[in-house]
Structure formats: C-alpha cells, structure tokens
C-alpha cells in the first residue's frame, strides 16, 4: 500500500517486502520488540523502525502497513498430520469452533442435499461435544434425518464415530460383521448394527471404517492441499512437522507436497516423519528408507526429519481417556530396541508417541542400555509426543539422553473425560510443562491436528496460557501454565529446534527466514479468553505473501478453485470462526439462552410427533396476572 514518505529508490538492496508501523514480537532477546522489518531473497535483511527500513524502498518493493497491529514471527504447529490433512481437506465438513450442536446438523444436512451419489459426508475431528451449547453428541436419529441416502461418518476425538444407516450399508456393517479387535460395533436388540462404533480402546476401527470412504484422484489432491496449506497460513502458520500416522504411506501419501513443493507452490514449510505402516515388517521398513534418504533431505520447505511418531506397533499406547490406560505387550522391547538402535547408528532422529509415563518408562529403559553403546546422546534429534502423564523423574531420565518433547492441546478436546476417569487431581499436571520447562527441555507445541484436535494454533495457545478447554473447564492451576511469550516461542522458536532450523527460523533477527504473521488482534493485549479468536491478517512466508485479509485482501497468491465443486470446503470454508469478546459475555449467554429455546421448541415438537405430548402448546400461566 502507497506510504507517505518512503519514496522508492534505485538501490542494490532493495527490499521485496517492508513491513512498517507495527507491533513486532521478535522472539529475539537481543532485540525483542520493533517496528518495521525487510525481507529480500526469503529472508530479513532488517529489523528496526521505520527510518531503518526507509533506505531499503525499491521501485518492486512492497510496502505493507501494519497500521500498528502487532505482528509475530510465523507459528511453527510441531505435530500436525499435514500431509494427511492436506490430502482430504476439501472432502470435509469441519465442526472446528462451531458453538451449537444445532448449527452443525443444519450445516450436516446442507451438505447432504448437495453431496453427489457415491460420496460420504464426513466429520472428521477438530470438535468435542462440550463446546456444543447442547453438551451432547449427535444421535444417530438426527443423522438419519439430517440425509436419510447420503452416507455419514461422524468422528468424535479418539473414542467414538457415529453412522448413519446409508454409511453402515456403504462400509458393509451388517449382523454378521464381527467387532475388530479393540473395538466395538454396537449392536441393536436384534443384533444389527445401531451406527456408533467405539474405540475400546483402539480408535483404528474408527480409522479403518473412514478409510472405506472415497477419497480424491489426480489434481483434485494437489488443490485439497493447497487450500488446506492456506487454511493453515489464515492463523498465522509458515511452518509444521508432520508427525506421519497410520494410513498415511511413503512414498505413495507424500508425492502431492513433494510434487508442490517441486513447482514452487507449498505455502507452509514441512518438515516430515516416516512411519512404518504393517505390524511386524517395522525394521524393513526402517532399513529400506534409511537406503533411501539421509536426514535433513530437502531443503527449507520440504524436508526430512527422522522417524516416527511410531516405531514399533506395540511400543504404541492409546489415547482414548474414555477407555482404561492400555498395558503394553510384555517383552516389546526387544524389537523396539532393533529400531532405535538402527536409527541411532544411522544418524536419524525419531519421535515417539508416549501418553503415559508407564509407556515412557520402559521407552526410556531401552534408551539407557543403548546409552551404554554410545548411542545416547549422541547428537540425534529425538523426542516423545503427548506425555500427558510424564513423571518428574522421567523428564530427568529425557534430559539425561539428549531428549525433546513436543506437547498437544488434546486435553483441550479430552480434558473432562481424563477428569473422570483419572480425577481434577493428575489433570492439573497433564502434562506438566512447567516442570518440563524447569528441567530445561526443549518443549515443542502444537495441535495434533486434524482427526481430534482443531489445526487452529490459537485454540492451543489459549489452552496453554488458560489451563482451559473448549468446554471452559480450568484443567491446570496457575502453577502449571505459561505465560504468554512462553507459549508463543513453544509455537515458534521450541519448533524450529525440534527441526535442527533454530538458526535460521523461529524470531524475526537478520540473517533468518522471512516467515512472521499480522494479527487481527494483540496476542500480548486481549482478555485470555479471546485468544483462542486470533487470526493473521497477512501471513509472510520467506518473503511471499500467502495469506491477506481485511485491508489487505488480494495481496496473496490466486488459489485454483475448491474441486470437487460440491466440496463442503466450497460453501462452509474451514474454520467456523467466533467473533472475539464471546467467552464469557452477557451477549453470549443470551445468545446461548436463544439456542436453548429452540432446542427446547424442537423437543417438544419432537415427542408430539410420538404422541408423548400434545401438538398444541400449554396456555402460559403466570401467577402475576392471577387472581
């Protein structure tokens, strides 16, 4: 935008992109607030103010004024499936920050009317019933009625996923279909499937019913990704590992962002895991890739980053709170051991995924044996993931062996099941970060994203600095939450250590990489509560404006369409985005008191239809008008 008193001129080196009058977070101890920020070849040339930028005005530079919104370095998200995400973006309908129960079956039942024979409507992750009004689930009446022929596949965090009788017919679930192990079809009086499946306590039932649902061919990936890239760019993302995960094949599932990242069209960069698919085939996998490929492949887009976040299938716990912990195989580790050692003496680095301590431990013990080798430390990245219930002695134990971890705002979805079933008492510690923080780990945030948490950092951020769920219950008292420059550099700075990046990503310092975000809102000013409503306005990555909203609308780089052209992405968007201030306030609890009537109209209209209640309301008695 034109700026008064920054007059291009003809200089060798001249800025692509000034930023000015604004709020910067640098991240930076060295300098940690400023002004104005230049950005030539993908990376910052100057951080200072506006008299500093002044001389760096070329005829081709941009210059965006932030018109005194604070801007950050670009969030770093250290475990989000990407790539799996990318790849069914488009063919979801996301209930991510939908407020009411009741606009999500509307929203069900839109789409329904527009999605083709053949294909599904699917809900998969990024919600909990108790950021409903309603505090419930929806029954598998109300999906029936919602599209009585379309299939529906309804994903509820890591426990349950809710059919329709379409989709049941669509993924073959009749009498005779026997429970899988470690899960559980649910079964009417007559012995037929009811349409809830139950993670008990293995979610792959879940995971296996969804993949029986079409997915996309040929371009339609490439743009899945890249709209789903930009989504991720809305909320201020430049960077994310992908934390690989069950269906998710290599090389097969990875050629659509190879394939964009060759034609120069990734909008985030991607550092990337590789996970062994097939129970017992684990070490061949390991061996073939590490023949393939060496670590840190690639370059600051798309690159290599180890293993994981399984290694071994039976070294892997569950995290379906609804459920009790599993206990792991006796004797896994001796083929867990083969893996980490391989990895090890070839210079890869891995991360695991551990909910709870007892799976930690035993990791742990094998590492310390290894140790005796050698191998730990020795140099590679590691980490666990999750460790909701790590000890204090554990983090001694990682600490010991040069390790990381990398923590998730699961709890933000799952908080009021781990209070039932493990009480207020060990949620106040899950995980317990300032003690990870005390013991001077690298602690990496991120979402977990997309089949249970939502892939907004902003949700993850709000729970790291509230303790809070989406729900609104307090989980962790204020000795276990961070501040929120904490929490910030855990989503930037903690990410690009993970990533071996920490000299070149993570604050806005000459020298690093052009990625930061303008915020629709002052991260370091906002009640709390509204944290979670933050969005970027104009997100940077290495110079590229790839996303631009408000004032700055049609500065990014033109999308192809959404296609399918009956894509829910295409008429709903992603994110269901709240306006900020509507945490607590008296407009939203009258707001929440209006839905409740309608609720309750729609009941009474539902047990008159079943004869359970007259059709004609009860005359209003008010006992100030009686006599």
Same mark, same amino acid.
């Given at each position: 935008?034109?700026?008064?008193?920054?007059?291009?001129?003809?200089?060798?080196?001249?800025?692509?992109?000034?930023?000015?009058?604004?709020?910067?977070?640098?991240?930076?101890p060295?300098?940690?607030?400023?002004g104005?920020?230049?950005?030539?070849?993908?990376?910052?040339?100057?951080?200072?103010?506006?008299?500093?930028?002044?001389?760096?005005?070329?005829?081709?530079?941009?210059?965006?004024?932030?018109?005194?919104?604070?801007?950050?370095?670009?969030?770093?998200?250290?475990?989000?499936?990407?790539?799996?995400?990318?790849l069914?973006?488009?063919?979801?309908?996301?209930?991510?920050g939908?407020?009411?129960?009741?606009?999500?079956?509307?929203?069900?039942?839109?789409?329904?009317?527009?999605?083709?024979?053949?294909q599904?409507?699917?809900?998969?992750?990024?919600?909990?019933?108790?950021?409903?009004?309603?505090?419930?689930?929806? =029954? /598998?009446? &109300? !999906?029936?009625? +919602?599209?009585?022929?379309?299939?529906?596949?309804?994903? %509820? $965090?890591?426990?349950?996923?809710?059919?329709?009788?379409?989709?049941?017919?669509?993924?073959?679930?009749?009498?005779?279909?026997?429970?899988?192990?470690?899960?559980?079809?649910?079964?009417?009086?007559?012995?037929?499937?009811?349409?809830?499946?139950?993670?008990?306590?293995?979610?792959?039932?879940?995971?296996?019913?969804?993949?029986?649902?079409?997915?996309?061919?040929?371009?339609?990936?490439?743009?899945?990704?890249?709209?789903?890239?930009?989504?991720?760019?809305?909320?201020?993302?430049?960077?994310?590992?992908?934390?690989?995960?069950?269906?998710?094949?290599f090389?097969?599932?990875?050629? =659509? /962002?190879? &394939? !964009?990242?060759? +034609?120069?069209?990734?909008?985030?960069?991607?550092?990337? %895991? $590789?996970?062994?698919q097939?129970?017992?085939?684990?070490?061949?996998?390991?061996?073939?890739?590490?023949?393939?490929?060496?670590?840190?492949?690639?370059?600051e887009?798309?690159?290599?980053?180890?293993?994981?976040?399984?290694?071994?299938?039976?070294?892997?716990?569950?995290?379906?709170?609804?459920?009790?912990?599993?206990?792991?195989?006796?004797?896994?580790?001796?083929?867990?051991?083969?893996?980490?050692?391989?990895?090890?003496?070839?210079?890869?680095?891995?991360?695991?995924?551990?909910?709870?301590?007892?799976?930690?431990?035993?990791?742990?013990?094998?590492?310390?044996?290894?140790?005796?080798?050698?191998?730990?430390?020795?140099?590679?990245?590691?980490?666990?993931?999750?460790?909701?219930?790590?000890?204090?002695?554990?983090?001694?134990?990682?600490?010991?062996?040069?390790?990381?971890?990398?923590?998730?705002?699961?709890l933000?979805?799952?908080g009021?099941?781990f209070?039932?079933?493990?009480?207020?008492?060990?949620?106040?510690?899950?995980?317990?970060?300032?003690?990870?923080?005390?013991?001077?780990?690298?602690?990496?945030?991120?979402?977990?994203?997309?089949?249970?948490?939502?892939?907004?950092?902003?949700?993850?951020?709000?729970?790291?600095?509230?303790?809070?769920?989406?729900?609104?219950?307090?989980?962790?008292?204020?000795?276990?939450?961070?501040?929120?420059?904490?929490?910030?550099?855990?989503?930037?700075?903690?990410?690009?250590?993970?990533?071996?990046?920490?000299?070149?990503?993570?604050?806005?310092?000459?020298?690093?990489l052009?990625?930061?975000?303008?915020?629709?809102?002052?991260?370091?000013?906002?009640?709390?509560?509204?944290?979670?409503?933050?969005?970027?306005?104009?997100?940077?990555?290495?110079?590229?404006?790839?996303?631009?909203?408000?004032?700055?609308?049609?500065?990014?780089?033109?999308?192809?369409?959404?296609?399918?052209?009956?894509?829910?992405?295409?008429?709903?968007?992603?994110?269901?985005?709240?306006?900020?201030?509507?945490?607590?306030?008296?407009?939203?609890?009258a707001?929440?008191?209006?839905?409740?009537?309608?609720?309750?109209?729609?009941?009474?209209?539902?047990?008159?239809?079943?004869?359970?209640?007259?059709?004609?309301?009860?005359?209003?008695?008010?006992?100030?008008?009686?006599?």
């Amino acid at each position: 935008m034109p700026v008064g008193g920054l007059v291009p001129r003809t200089t060798d080196d001249a800025a692509d992109l000034i930023v000015r009058n604004a709020k910067i977070h640098t991240g930076d101890p060295g300098r940690p607030q400023a002004g104005a920020i230049a950005v030539r070849d993908g990376v910052i040339t100057v951080v200072g103010d506006d008299r500093d930028v002044a001389g760096h005005v070329g005829p081709a530079t941009k210059v965006v004024d932030a018109l005194g919104r604070r801007v950050v370095p670009g969030l770093n998200d250290s475990h989000l499936h990407v790539i799996r995400g990318g790849l069914n973006y488009v063919l979801e309908l996301r209930w991510d920050g939908v407020p009411t129960l009741r606009q999500g079956l509307a929203m069900l039942r839109e789409q329904a009317a527009r999605t083709p024979k053949g294909q599904w409507v699917r809900v998969v992750g990024g919600w909990s019933a108790e950021q409903f009004a309603e505090r419930r689930l929806p =029954t /598998v009446g &109300e !999906l029936n009625e +919602a599209a009585p022929d379309t299939p529906v596949f309804v994903l %509820h $965090l890591y426990q349950s996923a809710i059919l329709n009788r379409a989709a049941l017919q669509a993924a073959g679930y009749g009498k005779d279909t026997p429970d899988p192990r470690g899960g559980q079809i649910v079964r009417g009086r007559d012995g037929e499937p009811t349409g809830m499946l139950l993670a008990a306590p293995s979610a792959l039932i879940l995971y296996s019913t969804l993949a029986k649902a079409p997915v996309l061919e040929g371009p339609d990936k490439k743009t899945s990704t890249r709209h789903f890239l930009r989504e991720l760019n809305r909320f201020g993302l430049t960077s994310a590992i992908d934390a690989a995960g069950g269906f998710q094949n290599f090389p097969d599932n990875y050629s =659509t /962002v190879v &394939e !964009l990242a060759k +034609a120069g069209q990734l909008s985030l960069r991607i550092a990337y %895991h $590789l996970f062994p698919q097939t129970a017992g085939q684990e070490i061949d996998d390991l061996t073939r890739w590490i023949e393939m490929a060496d670590p840190d492949d690639g370059d600051e887009w798309l690159r290599l980053n180890g293993a994981g976040e399984n290694l071994t299938w039976a070294a892997a716990d569950f995290e379906n709170f609804t459920q009790p912990r599993p206990e792991l195989a006796a004797g896994y580790e001796a083929e867990f051991e083969k893996a980490v050692r391989l990895l090890m003496e070839n210079g890869w680095g891995f991360r695991l995924h551990a909910t709870y301590d007892e799976t930690i431990r035993r990791d742990l013990a094998v590492f310390e044996r290894l140790a005796a080798d050698g191998l730990f430390p020795a140099g590679n990245r590691w980490l666990f993931d999750h460790a909701e219930t790590v000890s204090p002695d554990s983090l001694d134990r990682i600490a010991a062996l040069g390790g990381a971890v990398s923590v998730q705002n699961r709890l933000s979805f799952q908080g009021e099941a781990f209070v039932r079933r493990y009480g207020s008492g060990a949620a106040a510690d899950a995980p317990p970060l300032r003690t990870m923080l005390e013991r001077g780990l690298t602690v990496g945030a991120g979402t977990d994203a997309t089949r249970v948490s939502t892939y907004n950092p902003w949700v993850a951020l709000h729970w790291l600095v509230t303790g809070r769920t989406v729900g609104d219950l307090v989980l962790r008292p204020p000795h276990n939450r961070v501040d929120r420059r904490t929490a910030l550099s855990m989503f930037t700075a903690a990410g690009a250590a993970l990533t071996g990046e920490e000299g070149v990503k993570g604050v806005l310092r000459p020298g690093f990489l052009g990625d930061l975000a303008v915020l629709s809102e002052d991260y370091f000013a906002v009640p709390e509560q509204d944290i979670a409503h933050i969005e970027s306005l104009l997100t940077v990555v290495g110079g590229r404006i790839v996303y631009a909203a408000a004032e700055y609308e049609g500065l990014d780089e033109e999308l192809p369409p959404v296609s399918p052209a009956w894509s829910p992405v295409a008429y709903f968007g992603g994110y269901q985005a709240a306006p900020s201030g509507t945490g607590l306030s008296g407009a939203r609890q009258a707001e929440l008191l209006g839905q409740a009537v309608a609720e309750s109209e729609q009941h009474r209209q539902w047990r008159a239809r079943r004869g359970l209640a007259t059709e004609t309301r009860s005359p209003v008695f008010d006992p100030c008008f009686s006599l």
